[in-house]
Each structure stands twice: as C-alpha cells, then as structure tokens.
C-alpha cells in the first residue's frame, strides 16, 4: 500500500481512539506529566471541533498511585498494584477533567475490563453508554478496571484495552501515543542495520518477530503488545498509528494527513469487517418477524429494526444475543444484537417507544437491533 493510501487514513478517520502508556502520562515514574496531558488534551479539543469523535485510554493509575504513596520501587504483589491503582486513578481522572475543561470540553471517566466488553450484554452497555458520550460531545478517558482485574497489569499497559475499545466503538483509527518513535526492524540500541517501519499491513506476522524486545520498566506494554493490539483493531476495521507522545501536534498533524510514526492499515473495511465478526462470534438465539413496512425500512432505507415493525418473538434469548429477523414469508433478512430479551420482546411487540416505558418500567433503547449491530443477508 502506498504512503498516499496510508496518510488519508488518519486524514479521513472520524472516530479515533488514543491510548497514552504509562511512562508518558507520568513522566517516567514522576508524577503526571500535567503538561503533556495538558497538551494531548488541547488537540482532542481541537479535533472535536473539527467534527471528530475521540475516546482516550489512558494509564498511569498505578504509576501515579505509587507517588502517592512514596514507593520508589514497582511492588510484586498484585494486590498492591491494584491499591496503588486505585489511588493513582483519583489524580489521573482530576488531570484529564480539569485539562478537558480549560480546552471547553467536558469528561467522563469510563472504567473498564477485557471481561466486560467480552460478554454481550455488557458489551451492548458500554457501546450505548460511549456512543451517547460521543454523541454528546464530550470526551471519555477510559482505565482499566484495576480494582477487578489485572490483564492490564500483568501485560500491555493498556495497549490491549485500546484495541478493544477501538472495537467496541468502531473506531476508524487507534493511535497508540508512547515513549519511542514507532516500530523499526530490530532494536536500534543494539542493530545497526535497524530500519524505522513507516507503514505495514497490521496483522502481518513478520512485524511479531521486529517487536521482539520488552518495554520500559514504568509501563507493561512492549512493542510487542502494540502490535498484536493493531491486529485486534483491524478485527473490527480500524488502522493504528504507534508515535512518539512528546512529538509537537502529533494528533493534529496525523489528521492533517502527515505521516508520523509507524501506521499499520487494516486490511479489512469497517462494514465488512463487522460482518465477519457476526459470522464468526455469534450462535444464533432466536427470531424476530418483521411486517413488511419495516422489511422495506431495513432493505432499502438502512434503517434500525424498532419494535412497532415486529409480529412475532421465537427463542428464548437475553439481551446481546444474535437473534435472525425474518420478513413476513419466513425469508432471514439478516441477524443482529438484541436490546432486549425475548421476555421483553414479547411485550414490545407492535408497540411504539413511546409505550415502553409504560410497558417494562424503563427504556434501553428505541430500537430492537440497532443499525450498527446488524448484519444484512444480502448487503
Ligand atoms: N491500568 C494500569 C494503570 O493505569 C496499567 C498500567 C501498569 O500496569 O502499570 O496504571
């Protein structure tokens, strides 16, 4: 792929995740950097005024917490980890408020874990809650969960979880912002013959083999992690930058279309991509049958499945299922993720959204299947 190609894709990218490692946020081990956050935050600002949506992934909580707390010396036992995880995540939040504000822009802490956003239900009310907060406008700076678990800490700094939120928002990019340069062939300290890797294709296996060396001691994630983290990425469509964190308006200048770092492209397009992920994650549940307003509304108009279009609930399934939707003569249109149980479903049934409330004592959302987790047979 030409350098041209790979430039448009932080050009043209409207959803993009950054994700800032440890050692950067605070600095070595010195604390939060409040400048640097400072900084990224003003261009996440300026990106949102240019009619972007950005989530940022930050860590830092435990490089923080054991400031804090006077430890020199990263401690062994996990518990600790998670305490000194705890603490930290107070300062880090406050940073990251307070600096989204002075730029005009509000902040919403977003806790979260690999668990979480593996299992379906709770991946639907993730997805609901951050695209609310996009659609808002303001800005969500996402941690790991450290208190309930410890992916995050035994590896990847993060890196891990910002693939998975590049996933779980279809993101169109995910720039991974770090203390080195980007990605290069071997280890310059120790290879002369190292070559700086402007562009691959993420996922392509010999960029495993370059990444090969472990990371800062402030920091879990190596070059390693960043790598199989743009793999992940690409699963649902998104490209990965990995840059330097200090370069000036790295951010801003990647949108402008500058080529910074090492960019690896998804392979994949986004909607097709979405349909692979249906296909190969999801056991069918159950069925809804749609009347023929809104077979027409799903075919031709790309719109969302509501329950006033439905004439008929089969299965038992929860919400997050992957349930088929059928027209009136039992032909599948295609398959989505259900808002709603088939308990509730059923009482849905033909109704308007304006009723659900009413009817189930709260509303999730208007619509059965959203546009966005549905797959159609023959798009
Ligand atoms: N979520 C952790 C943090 O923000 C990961 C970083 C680490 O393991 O040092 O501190």
Redesign the pocket.
């Known amino acids: 792929m030409s350098s041209m190609q790979g430039s448009a894709v932080l050009r043209d990218a409207r959803r993009i995740v950054v994700k800032v490692g440890?050692s950067l946020v605070t600095n070595e081990g010195r604390g939060l950097d409040e400048k640097a956050i400072g900084e990224w935050c003003r261009q996440l600002a300026l990106l949102v005024r240019d009619g972007r949506e950005v989530v940022m992934v930050s860590?830092?909580?435990?490089?923080e917490g054991m400031k804090r707390l006077g430890w020199r010396v990263r401690p062994h036992e996990i518990h600790e980890l998670q305490a000194a995880?705890a603490v930290?995540q107070m300062g880090l939040a406050q940073v990251y408020e307070s600096k989204l504000r002075e730029n005009g822009m509000g902040s919403a802490q977003v806790l979260l874990t690999h668990a979480d956003l593996a299992d379906r239900e709770r991946y639907l009310n993730a997805r609901s809650t951050l695209m609310t907060l996009l659609a808002l406008g303001v800005v969500p700076v996402i941690?790991?969960n450290?208190t309930v678990v410890t992916d995050?800490?035994k590896f990847g700094?993060?890196d891990t979880l910002g693939a998975l939120v590049a996933n779980l928002v279809e993101a169109d990019a995910l720039v991974i912002l770090t203390d080195q340069k980007g990605l290069y062939t071997a280890d310059p300290r120790k290879d002369p013959e190292a070559r700086f890797v402007d562009e691959a294709a993420a996922g392509d296996p010999a960029l495993e083999a370059m990444a090969g060396g472990a990371g800062s001691s402030i920091?879990?994630g190596g070059m390693i992690t960043k790598i199989l983290a743009a793999k992940r990425a690409a699963g649902s469509g998104a490209s990965t930058v990995i840059a330097w964190g200090r370069e000036p308006d790295a951010l801003l200048r990647l949108t402008r279309g500058e080529s910074i770092g090492t960019l690896l492209v998804a392979q994949t397009a986004k909607h097709q991509a979405r349909k692979r992920w249906m296909a190969d994650h999801l056991q069918l549940r159950g069925a809804v049958s749609v009347d023929a307003g809104a077979a027409v509304k799903l075919r031709t108009e790309g719109k969302s499945l509501l329950p006033i279009g439905m004439t008929a609930i089969e299965g038992e399934f929860s919400r997050g299922d992957v349930i088929a939707i059928r027209d009136e003569r039992g032909v599948e249109l295609g398959r989505g993720l259900a808002n709603y149980s088939s308990v509730e479903a059923r009482m849905l049934c033909r109704k308007p959204s304006s009723e659900f409330e009413r009817l189930l004592g709260y509303v999730a959302e208007p619509e059965m299947v959203h546009r966005d987790n549905m797959v159609l047979m023959y798009s």
């Open positions: 440890s860590s830092g909580a435990i490089a995880a930290g941690n790991e450290d995050e800490i700094d993060n920091g879990r």
